[in-house]
């Protein structure tokens, strides 16, 4: 008699469970389905493209064994080409159509902004865009889950560093007129402001603009010793290798964490080398001693036949892994409201970005530190944390 009701409640309690999972958008028996909206051939697909191969990886390997609770991930992506029709297309037949779980790495601020009325409606997450901006997190939102340290908290942390440590004057931006770039203009200007500086000057620029002659001879002329960018990938290669050709080799460059990538160390003949920039990870490089960095390190090139995974392998890597967290901290009854729980309960030592990852009801960002880092013989070398 026993062992009947027992065995009854069982079913019961895995009947509603299925009901449950059911009723989840995204979600069934033996699949959790997510969804990227992603840069996989614009300016920003340096950052896109190895995200979603990494993220992949991962996801293979968890499947391998199993999967989350008996659920395979299935990840969709989207390419958007850093291209705002494009973007909202592919949002809603992920969302609508495709009928996604969660969003993950999704790419751009400007993106991710205009993504988030839908995401809102439909209570679906949003983890770990690819995008720094302060919006990912504010205002607050059940369905916002952010990575790292904000583009002005960089800025505001690094203009500082510049001036206490490089003697740095006068500031002023480059910067793309989104949300992106009008970030970080702003944070220079806080930063600036608050360290008793100058802000000199500033140039706004189209996506694939990649003709810096004029810019930069206006703010040289201006008499900026320190240029922060909001750029794309290629674009911030370009603008350094320019002011150098032109003979202006005693201003400074920095970044924000969309001009932290292997790729701009790594460019041929040392043309971006002395450039800053300010970031909410660590750069692999130097960590390679850690066995638990280089055996990803391997296993991504072994599965790649790339020499070395860039910066957007890294947080491909570290964002599938919050995802699985979250996924396994959710049990089997797999719904937004007891995935919320789950993200919200996330604490643990994150090896591969080399930060502390901690969310929480009241916090939905999940590390707020800011790494500043130089180029020193092709290579990104950390100079402090804040």
Request: aromatic share 8%.
């Amino acid at each position: 008699m026993k062992n009947t009701l027992r065995n009854t409640v069982a079913a019961v309690s895995m009947t509603l469970a299925g009901m449950a999972s059911a009723q989840t958008q995204g979600v069934s028996d033996t699949e959790v389905l997510i969804g990227s909206n992603q840069d996989m051939s614009g300016v920003f697909a340096a950052f896109g493209a190895p995200a979603m191969t990494a993220a992949n990886l991962y996801f293979d390997e968890v499947n391998a064994n199993g999967g989350v609770h008996g659920r395979k991930i299935r990840l969709v992506i989207e390419d958007h080409a850093y291209q705002m029709p494009k973007a909202m297309s592919g949002l809603n037949k992920l969302v609508n159509s495709d009928k996604v779980f969660a969003m993950l790495l999704s790419l751009g601020t400007p993106m991710n902004v205009a993504a988030f009325p839908l995401l809102e409606a439909k209570g679906i997450p949003n983890i770990s865009p690819l995008t720094s901006s302060l919006q990912m997190t504010d205002p607050p939102s059940a369905i916002k889950y952010a990575a790292s340290s904000s583009y002005y908290d960089q800025m505001i942390a690094a203009v500082k560093y510049m001036k206490e440590n490089e003697g740095s004057t006068t500031a002023c931006s480059m910067y793309i007129p989104s949300d992106f770039g009008n970030e970080i203009k702003a944070g220079t200007l806080a930063a600036a402001e608050a360290n008793g500086m100058t802000f000199a000057a500033e140039t706004k620029h189209k996506p694939d603009e990649l003709d810096f002659v004029g810019s930069l001879s206006k703010l040289k002329a201006e008499g900026c010793d320190l240029i922060t960018v909001a750029l794309g990938v290629r674009q911030a290669i370009t603008a350094v290798a320019t002011a150098k050709k032109i003979g202006w080799t005693d201003v400074k460059f920095l970044g924000g964490s969309a001009s932290f990538h292997t790729a701009v160390a790594k460019v041929p003949g040392g043309v971006t080398e002395g450039f800053y920039a300010a970031a909410g990870w660590s750069d692999l490089v130097a960590r390679m001693g850690d066995p638990e960095v280089a055996s990803w390190v391997k296993s991504y090139t072994d599965a790649t036949g790339e020499a070395f995974p860039g910066t957007g392998a890294l947080l491909g890597r570290s964002a599938a892994e919050t995802l699985v967290r979250g996924l396994e901290a959710a049990g089997q009854d797999l719904t937004q409201e007891s995935f919320q729980a789950a993200m919200e309960s996330l604490s643990y030592e994150d090896k591969i970005s080399d930060i502390m990852v901690k969310y929480s009801a009241d916090n939905h960002q999940g590390a707020a530190e800011v790494i500043i880092s130089k180029i020193v013989d092709g290579n990104w070398v950390e100079l402090a944390r804040q």
